[in-house]
C-alpha cells in the first residue's frame, strides 16, 4: 500500500513571496491532516479535513495560510505571503476515520529567507 | 486543556544498553488515546503504539515495551537491547476521543542517540 505522498520535499522561499504544498493521502482515507513542525518542537496541527469538509481550522493563521481539499481527495496548503517565522516542516497525515492512528508523510521542509 | 511533556530533550547510550523514554500528559478528559510516534532522520514520522485510556495493561513488540500508569499519567517508552537503527526522535502524544476534531497534541520529543 503507497503511502502518503507530499511535493516538494524542499522548498526556499523569500519572505512575502508564496508557496503551495500538495498531498495526496493514503487511498480510502478519509481525514487528511496538515502539521506545521518547526525544528526542535513537536508537530502542531494547522488543519483537519474530513473527506472535503474542515473539521478543525483553529491553529491555522488564516491571514496568510489557507488550504484546501478538493473532491475529497488530494489537498493543497498555500501560505501567502511567507513569513520568516513560517520556516518549518509541513507534514500531511491520513487516516481511515478521525478515530484511527495517522499515518504521516515525509514532509516539505521550508525555509523562507 | 491537553498537553504532553518529554522532559528528556536528548539521550545518548551505547548500543545494547535498554533506555526509557519518559511521558507525562494532562488531560481533563477521562477517555482518550495515548501514541508513540518515531521519526528517523528521513522526516517522516512512523506510528509506533496507540493505548486506550481504558487498557492500563502494559505491552510488548520485540524489543519495544509501553508503561502506562494512570495514576501518574505516564506513558513511558522502553527499548531493549538498543540498536544503532533506533537512533531517531521520538513523540508521545495525546489525542481525546470526543467525536469531531481528533486533534494530536504532541511533546516536545526525545532525540535518541544509539552510539556503536
Known amino acids: 500500500e503507497a503511502g502518503v505522498a507530499q511535493s516538494p520535499r524542499y522548498k526556499i522561499i523569500e519572505k512575502r513571496q508564496s508557496v503551495a504544498f500538495w498531498c495526496n493521502p493514503i487511498?480510502?482515507?478519509?481525514?487528511l491532516y496538515w502539521y506545521q513542525q518547526i525544528l526542535g518542537q513537536g508537530p502542531k496541527l494547522l488543519i483537519q479535513?474530513?473527506?472535503?469538509?474542515?473539521?478543525?481550522d483553529s491553529q491555522l493563521p488564516k491571514d496568510r495560510f489557507s488550504a484546501e481539499r478538493l473532491k475529497g481527495v488530494d489537498s493543497t496548503l498555500k501560505i501567502q505571503p511567507a513569513k520568516l517565522e513560517d520556516s518549518a516542516v509541513y507534514l500531511c497525515?491520513?487516516?481511515?476515520?478521525?478515530?484511527?492512528?495517522?499515518?504521516f508523510g515525509p514532509g516539505t521542509r521550508l525555509t523562507v529567507t | 486543556a491537553q498537553k504532553v511533556t518529554q522532559a528528556q530533550t536528548e539521550i545518548s547510550v551505547v548500543e545494547k544498553e535498554d533506555v526509557t523514554l519518559d511521558c507525562v500528559y494532562e488531560?481533563?478528559?477521562?477517555?482518550?488515546?495515548l501514541f508513540w510516534y518515531k521519526q528517523p532522520p528521513s522526516g517522516e514520522l512512523v506510528f509506533l503504539i496507540r493505548?486506550?485510556?481504558?487498557?492500563?495493561q502494559n505491552e510488548i513488540s520485540g524489543r519495544y515495551s509501553w508503561n502506562f500508569q494512570k495514576s501518574t499519567s505516564s506513558f513511558n517508552f522502553t527499548i531493549t537491547a538498543s540498536q544503532v537503527v533506533d537512533s531517531a526522535v521520538y513523540f508521545c502524544?495525546?489525542?481525546?476521543?470526543?467525536?469531531?476534531?481528533?486533534?494530536?497534541?504532541f511533546g516536545q520529543g526525545t532525540r535518541l542517540t544509539i552510539n556503536p
Open positions: 497525515a491520513s487516516s481511515p476515520s478521525s478515530y484511527y492512528e495517522q499515518y
Open positions: 487511498s480510502g482515507h478519509a481525514t
Open positions: 479535513f474530513q473527506n472535503n469538509g474542515v473539521v478543525d
Open positions: 488531560t481533563r478528559d477521562t477517555t482518550y488515546y
Open positions: 493505548r486506550n485510556s481504558f487498557d492500563e
Open positions: 502524544a495525546l489525542r481525546p476521543t470526543i467525536q469531531g476534531a481528533q486533534k494530536l497534541v
